[in-house]
């Protein structure tokens, strides 16, 4: 290992052999390494990407807290016309132990034009695309308009600090200049009213990790009290499950549902738009019902119980029972925020501690590249209906907003209504080939049109329309 984390490699340089026209094979053969993390492992697979890059002429720096889970930094040089353009995505994936799969998660099988594998869609489909796009700009001499960065990064799906954290803490001048970024998650088929929507992530939620602790008498088994530390548990579980904390309408959640409404049915689109008025949002969302899995995380906070802990031997009654909570935050919320609205479900004397809290999330996002990624999508598919989207979940862009980089959820993929990113994280994950190949030629458009008009003065959210919410240019949404 070099200074600061740098490290050097001795990987053998492979073939290029034209792999821009075959993205669909080097899903395949990103699949084929299990990069389950834990524990990782990834140094292999990011060679294997270093050698293509390496025959393509293109360097590939390896940069690393652990030799053995290195982050992947590559620079192809533009005319220095606009700001550099930096794509990133990480090549871990969660373990797929645990559950049977049709087809095993990481031979990159394809059967009936799909690819199977763990990762397929989070996120070597996305690495996969990325690459193709890079590979085929150098294989046509092109030179973009400025720098094109990309960045591959281990130990994502456990907190990314093996991965961007690292980068960003210590090798922050990698990406000076870069102002916008592209990267996971969004630009994947939604189908809502059999019509075909786009989500393009420019926002997503704070994480916020808690612990709820209870307690009450303890005692022998055989000789129960009531208001146990473990009755008071079921009691926090309960009022988890059923009660509904404030809704909180935010310009980001404006800004996304809007233009969805816009293009729904008129019984769909009344709906979603009463969903915005203020008053009338949380009877919306005990109106919406299943539709308010979805919908409740883009207005309120929310808080899950994931690890439940009591007891230390089955015949003793214990004097103390805790619920650790996976908290997300809206843009504008505070921890704080969220302890004050938990308190008004919780059993009385509940402790709640804050335990760990994400990078907060990041201001009005700039938007100066979203008529571009929109204008992409509906000359790929003409039916697409493209919106800005809020994440309820978390990704690498958290650590690049600290930079004042701007990230887009955008790895175009068309899927048919069978595969959804509900399979992310599940079994038999997989993507169709189709969708990967549409990717591919839509990123390699990306590369060709970024140009020098994003270099002036920043164009921050949209101005507001005449009821609140904000407007978003006709070339992005339908």
């Not at 922050?172 to 019509?195: K, W």
């Not at 916020?208 to 009691?235: E, N, W, Y």
Request: aromatic fraction near 6%.
């Amino acid at each position: 290992m070099g200074e600061n984390g740098r490290i050097e490699t001795q990987s053998t340089p492979r073939p290029n052999g034209e792999l821009w026209q075959r993205p669909v094979e080097l899903l395949q053969a990103l699949l084929r390494f299990d990069t389950s993390n834990p524990p990782g492992h990834e140094r292999a697979c990011l060679e294997y990407v270093g050698g293509i890059l390496e025959a393509a002429g293109v360097e590939p720096v390896f940069y690393a807290r652990d030799p053995e889970r290195p982050n992947l930094v590559a620079r192809l040089q533009g005319r220095g016309e606009a700001p550099p353009l930096l794509l990133y995505g990480h090549v871990d994936v969660v373990p797929a132990a645990g559950s049977a799969w049709r087809y095993p998660p990481f031979t990159g099988e394809l059967v009936d034009g799909e690819i199977w594998g763990r990762g397929a869609l989070d996120m070597k489909g996305g690495v996969a695309m990325l690459l193709a796009a890079l590979l085929r700009v150098r294989h046509e001499r092109f030179t973009p308009a400025g720098d094109v960065i990309l960045v591959l990064h281990s130990d994502e799906e456990t907190g990314s600090e093996f991965g961007a954290r690292f980068l960003i803490e210590n090798h922050a001048d990698l990406f000076t200049g870069v102002r916008h970024a592209i990267s996971e998650a969004g630009g994947f088929t939604q189908h809502i009213g059999g019509r075909r929507f786009y989500p393009i992530q420019v926002a997503e939620k704070q994480s916020c990790r808690l612990k709820v602790t209870l307690r009450g008498p303890g005692g022998h088994g055989s000789m129960p009290p009531r208001h146990t530390a473990a009755a008071r548990l079921g009691q926090l579980l309960v009022a988890l499950d059923r009660k509904q904390l404030p809704a909180h309408l935010t310009p980001a959640t404006r800004r996304m549902l809007g233009p969805v409404a816009d293009g729904l049915p008129v019984h769909q689109r009344l709906a979603l738009r009463a969903l915005l008025v203020p008053g009338l949002t949380g009877t919306m969302l005990k109106l919406l019902r299943g539709e308010a899995s979805s919908l409740g995380p883009l207005v309120q906070n929310t808080a899950a119980a994931t690890i439940i802990s009591g007891g230390e031997s089955w015949n003793v009654i214990p004097t103390e029972a805790s619920a650790e909570l996976d908290g997300r935050l809206l843009p504008g919320q505070r921890p704080e925020d969220l302890v004050a609205e938990l308190k008004r479900l919780l059993p009385e004397g509940a402790e709640v501690e804050i335990v760990q809290t994400g990078p907060p999330a990041a201001g009005e996002p700039d938007l100066a590249l979203l008529p571009l990624l929109a204008a992409i999508l509906k000359e790929a598919d003409p039916d697409a209906r493209p919106f800005p989207m809020l994440s309820p979940g978390i990704t690498d862009a958290r650590f690049y907003a600290s930079l004042g980089i701007q990230t887009y959820g955008f790895l175009p993929m068309r899927l048919p209504p069978h595969i959804s990113f509900g399979l992310i994280h599940s079994r038999d994950e997989r993507v169709t080939a189709a969708a990967i190949e549409f990717g591919a030629d839509a990123l390699h458009q990306l590369l060709h049109r970024y140009g020098p008009e994003l270099g002036g003065p920043e164009e921050r959210a949209a101005p507001s329309t005449t009821d609140g919410s904000p407007s978003v240019s006709d070339a992005s949404v339908s």
